[in-house]
């Protein structure tokens, strides 16, 4: 049971930035398409964004597009969101996802994923 574990959310002012982190201790992350989800309260949860194990494909949420971006260290067995410019409507628990030996073409659909991280707030505002 592949387990993901979230960091690095927090409170941060508008323009601000953030990294989160998706992180496991037990099997090679490579292996697996990574998404990032996020829920606001009140709304339902929406794909940020997603990355290939095939590729290493990238892909956005177009309210993301050019402010946040994904990447992978596999040497740390990591997958990053790097979230720039963040504005208050990016105010979520934000969630990492993972398919094995997934393309990522559907890298938005929930039901794409097996293993689900247990959420990292974010919080922007002033």
């Known amino acids: 049971q592949l387990q993901l574990v979230e960091s690095g959310g927090g409170l941060v002012q508008p323009g601000g930035s953030l990294r989160l982190s998706c992180a496991t201790s037990q099997y090679t992350l490579e292996y697996y398409a990574i998404g990032w989800f996020r829920q606001a309260p009140g709304k339902e949860r929406e794909g940020v964004s997603g990355?290939?194990?095939?590729?290493?494909?990238?892909y956005y949420a177009d309210s993301v597009k050019d402010r946040f971006t994904i990447s992978r260290d596999n040497a740390k067995n990591t997958v990053y969101l790097q979230m720039n410019n963040l504005k208050p409507e990016d105010t979520a628990v934000y969630y990492c996802?993972?398919?094995?030996w997934g393309d990522g073409s559907k890298w938005y659909a929930e039901s794409e994923y097996d293993y689900w991280g247990q959420g990292t707030q974010v919080t922007v505002s002033s």
């Open positions: 996802a993972a398919d094995l």
């Open positions: 990355i290939s194990s095939t590729d290493g494909g990238t």
